[in-house]
């Protein structure tokens, strides 16, 4: 694992419950800019120390999961769309 990363945790879960997401205490930017699931039902975000009060009280939540568990699961099918021959989606 990368040092850089290493105290990073990472949360899965429902795009509904984006709006409950206080954007000031993770660390992305905001709802319009996560990155979403190929189906877009699902999106995560990401956090250093302790799981935020907002993080924390999510009903959907998958994880928490460390910086190589999620990169696993974002490069499955479910994450990544697959590509054709001409490398394209």
Request: hydrophobic share 35%; proline share 3%; glycine share 4%.
């Amino acid at each position: 694992m990368s040092h850089l990363y290493e105290h990073r945790n990472y949360m899965i879960f429902n795009v509904s419950e984006l709006a409950s997401i206080d954007f000031s205490t993770v660390l992305e930017t905001s709802a319009e800019t996560v990155r979403k699931s190929v189906d877009e039902t699902k999106t995560f975000v990401k956090w250093e120390g302790d799981a935020p009060a907002c993080v924390a009280s999510l009903t959907t939540k998958e994880g928490p999961y460390n910086h190589d568990e999620i990169l696993a699961i974002l490069s499955s099918e479910e994450w990544t769309a697959p590509m054709n021959e001409e490398g394209l989606v």
